[in-house]
């Protein structure tokens, strides 16, 4: 249950940070409006105008106070609506005059500041001050001036309370944004190290097994000198069992590194290549590695993986340079070889029905983070791969 709250978390968008703020001074602004149409009936000082100008400015509250949820990201993005809303506010300000006008206007400029900043706000509350002043100068007289004065200042003022109001409200769901993230890897991790428990547990342990009788087999069939066929069958099995041993011990590894660093993660690959293959790997990687997604991180550390095996298969290089770099626009990483070069490689659409499952799976990762691979020669003779990929993966729509 926690896990997916905080997936909820994660996956929520940023405009409902704001919600319940912009939802309570559309519901003040509404009340405001009902209140000051119903004094100005009662006093006898509206006429039709007054109450087209009131109904004009009633869904500009309205829709926000209802569907800010499903309509939040538009209506904050659309720089015409807000340009209404505050030409409809000034009319209100002349429409309907009074001390409750300040509470409107308080209000309104409060939500531009939420909604746009302290310094566009503070324009707006300008404009929104003056007309409230000139709107109620024709009757205010000594006191009625002081508290004019006062509350076009308070109204001023409230830009920058809405905007202070509207940064920590956002930086609080950031927060909260990123403790949910860890807490969804935190338990992603746990998993993973509970399947690589029980996986070495069964399947490996039976593998083992396996490989120790299908050995024994061999040597006894070999020993007692069996024909040629029955060796060479027992001979597959035996490398079968290997194989399938060898794989499963490096699923258990896989899932074990899960929780390890994306930069000491691509360093140890890296140096365990070089120490099993021999070929001297350069790795150069960027610093802000250190914080891109853990399913990004895995999914570089896969097709570097792959790249250096498609070297130690194809390539017969005596060096091998593996580049990452990170920038605002995504991740880049680079690998290149000394080796024969582009004769390694078969054209794209001819990868699978060639047997390269491993380069087509970087093409298919790739796809994935919404990238891409170039591969071509490098300077000097060899193989150079470049796959570019974004830092966010590729979303499919659900309809």
Do not use: K
Not at 284 to 307: C, F, I, K, Q, T
Not at 329 to 338: A, E, P, Q, W
């Amino acid at each position: 249950m926690a896990s997916s709250d905080a997936t909820a978390v994660v996956d929520r968008p940023a405009h409902l940070a704001i919600g319940r703020v912009t939802r309570l001074l559309s519901e003040v602004r509404l009340a405001t409006l009902a209140l000051a149409l119903v004094a100005a009936l009662v006093a006898g000082t509206a006429d039709g105008a007054d109450l087209w100008v009131v109904l004009l400015a009633v869904p500009f509250s309205v829709f926000p106070a209802l569907s800010w949820d499903a309509r939040g990201a538009l209506l904050s993005r659309s720089g015409i609506l807000l340009a209404c809303d505050l030409v409809t506010t000034v009319l209100v300000l002349l429409a309907l005059s009074g001390e409750i006008m300040t509470v409107y206007a308080a209000a309104t400029v409060a939500l531009l500041g939420v909604l746009v900043g302290a310094r566009l706000a503070l324009v707006m509350a300008l404009a929104i001050a003056m007309v409230l002043v000139y709107a109620n100068a024709l009757d205010a007289t000594g006191t009625t001036w002081l508290v004019v004065a006062v509350g076009s200042l308070g109204v001023i003022a409230m830009a920058g309370a809405g905007s202070a109001l509207g940064s920590w409200l956002r930086a609080q769901d950031v927060a909260a944004r990123e403790a949910a993230l860890a807490q969804v890897r935190r338990a992603a991790t746990l998993e993973r190290v509970r399947i690589a428990r029980d996986l070495h547990d069964t399947a490996a342990g039976d593998l083992a097994g396996a490989t120790m009788l299908s050995g024994t087999l061999l040597a006894r069939l070999e020993r007692e000198g069996a024909d040629e066929r029955t060796i060479a069958l027992a001979r597959q099995l035996d490398e079968a069992c290997r194989a399938a041993h060898l794989d499963t011990r490096t699923a258990l590894g896989e899932l074990r590194r899960a929780g390890a660093m994306p930069v000491d993660d691509l360093v140890d690959a890296c140096r365990r290549w070089t120490r099993d293959v021999g070929t001297p790997v350069e790795l150069d990687v960027d610093p802000a590695y250190a914080e891109v997604d853990v399913e990004l991180a895995g999914d570089v550390r896969a097709m570097v993986l792959e790249l250096l095996e498609n070297v130690r298969r194809h390539a017969g290089a005596n060096r091998v340079e593996v580049e990452v770099r990170v920038s605002c626009g995504g991740l880049t990483l680079t690998v290149t070889d000394d080796g024969r070069g582009m004769d390694q490689v078969p054209p794209a659409p001819d990868l699978v029905a060639d047997g390269h499952y491993g380069l087509q799976g970087i093409d298919e990762r790739a796809a994935a983070w919404r990238g891409s691979v170039e591969r071509g020669p490098a300077p000097g003779g060899g193989l150079r791969t470049r796959v570019t990929l974004a830092l966010t993966p590729e979303t499919v729509e659900v309809r």
